[in-house]
T-cell receptor, first 114, second 112 residues
Framework: EPEVTQTPSHQVTQMGQEVILRCVPI?????FYWYRQILGQKVEFLVS??????SEKSEIFDDQFSVERPDGSNFTLKIRSTKLEDSAMYFC????WGRGETQYFGPGTRLLVL | QQQVKQSPQSLIVQKGGISIINCAYE??????FPWYQQFPGKGPALLIA?????SEKKEGRFTISFNKSAKQFSLHIMDSQPGDSATYFC???????????FGKGTMLLVSP
């Protein structure tokens, strides 16, 4: 069964450093998302991406964040200058098309900012 | 108005029992209500979903009940098994490819 993959599984970085989280969505999907989950809390939406542009973003997704689909398979989330409060599990998700199409989540990248 | 409120925060059920998790929403624009199951260290996985045009949907041991007038929906897990022990999230979206708004999650433990 096709699945969303994410790399790395864990990332430790120093405050102020840039990190890039990578995702390979399911191959025929058109919509891509990033969510995050701070330890013990709910999953929160960050950004959605369609047709090579951001379609929606939350207030969490400020100027420190950016997304890119550099090629036909990868989808990346960049945090330019990490803060302690960016420590969380970051999930990539993708969906096909049509009304309410299921969003399939990857296994996540656990980011720890020291 | 974007919130989805979920209860209880945690739940312990004996094997064979019924697990019930409740969610409530305020935004009447929501028209797609999925439940996700998450095991430790894994991403959320879709369990079952419902639209407001039906009041109940059943898939195996999992049933969603939906009350549009009360803006509430619930997950029932019949004959709960230890393998069902996980965190369950309700969510809502405005359909299409819209973003999911998640509840805070319910940690379910099914005791043997």
């Amino acid at each position: 069964e096709p699945e969303v993959t994410q790399t790395p599984s864990h990332q430790v970085t120093q405050m102020g450093q840039e990190v890039i989280l990578r995702c390979v969505p399911i191959s025929n999907h058109l919509y891509f998302y990033w969510y995050r989950q701070i330890l013990g809390q709910k999953v929160e939406f960050l950004v959605s991406f369609y047709n090579n542009e951001i379609s929606e973003k939350s207030e969490i997704f400020d100027d420190q964040f950016s997304v890119e689909r550099p090629d036909g398979s990868n989808f990346t989330l960049k945090i330019r200058s990490t803060k302690l409060e960016d420590s969380a599990m970051y999930f990539c998700a993708s969906s096909g098309w049509g009304r309410g199409e299921t969003q399939y989540f990857g296994p996540g990248t656990r980011l720890l900012v020291l | 108005q974007q919130q989805v409120k979920q209860s209880p925060q945690s739940l312990i059920v004996q094997k064979g029992g019924i697990s019930i998790i409740n969610c409530a929403y305020e935004n009447t624009a929501f028209d797609y209500f999925p439940w996700y199951q998450q095991f430790p260290g894994k991403g959320p996985a879709l369990l079952i979903a419902i639209r407001p045009d039906v009041s109940e949907k059943k898939e195996g041991r999992f049933t969603i009940s939906f009350n549009k007038s009360a803006k509430q929906f619930s997950l029932h897990i019949m004959d709960s098994q230890p393998g069902d022990s996980a965190t369950y999230f309700c969510a809502a979206s405005k359909g299409g490819y819209s973003t999911l708004t998640f509840g805070k999650g319910t940690m379910l433990l099914v005791s043997p």
